[in-house]
C-alpha cells in the first residue's frame, strides 16, 4: 500500500505562492497517476492536477496557468507549485495516488480518491 507524507501548507497574502510537496513510499504498482485534490468547508471536493507516468500534466480550468504539478522520481516526491493565489484556493489539499488519471477530473462530494495524504491547509488572505 502507497503511504504518502504531505508538506508545504500555509497561510499566504493574495498574489502569492507556495509549493506543496508530498512524499510517498510503499507500493506504488497500481498507481499509474498522482495527483491534488483539495477540499473547502461547505463545498465540492475538487481535483486540481494530475500527472501520469508519462508526465502528461492535466489541471483544472479553476488552477490552470497558476498552479504547476511536477514529479521528481529519484525523491519519490511530488509537487504543486502555487502561483498568483486568490481567497478561493483557500482549502485543505491532498495528494492521492489513483490507478488512472480520470479520478481527478471530478468535482463534486462523490469524487472518489483511495490513496491519498493526511492533506495540508492552505489558506489565502
Known amino acids: 500500500h502507497v503511504q504518502l507524507v504531505e508538506s508545504g501548507g500555509g497561510s499566504v497574502q493574495a498574489g502569492g505562492s507556495l509549493r506543496l510537496s508530498c512524499v510517498f513510499s510503499?507500493?506504488?504498482?497500481?498507481?499509474?497517476?498522482m495527483g491534488w485534490f483539495r477540499q473547502a468547508p461547505g463545498k465540492d471536493r475538487e481535483g486540481i492536477a494530475s500527472i501520469d507516468t508519462s508526465d502528461f500534466a492535466t489541471y483544472a480550468d479553476s488552477v490552470k496557468g497558476r498552479f504547476t504539478i511536477s514529479h521528481d522520481n529519484a525523491k519519490n516526491t511530488l509537487y504543486l507549485e502555487m502561483n498568483s493565489l486568490k481567497p478561493d484556493d483557500t482549502a485543505v489539499y491532498y495528494c492521492?495516488?489513483?490507478?488512472?488519471?480520470?479520478?481527478?477530473?471530478?468535482?463534486?462530494?462523490?469524487?472518489?480518491?483511495?490513496?491519498w495524504s493526511q492533506g495540508t491547509q492552505v489558506t489565502v488572505s
Open positions: 510503499g507500493d506504488t504498482s497500481d498507481s499509474n497517476c
Open positions: 492521492s495516488a489513483e490507478s488512472d488519471c480520470s479520478a481527478f477530473a471530478c468535482s463534486g462530494p462523490y469524487c472518489y480518491f483511495g490513496g
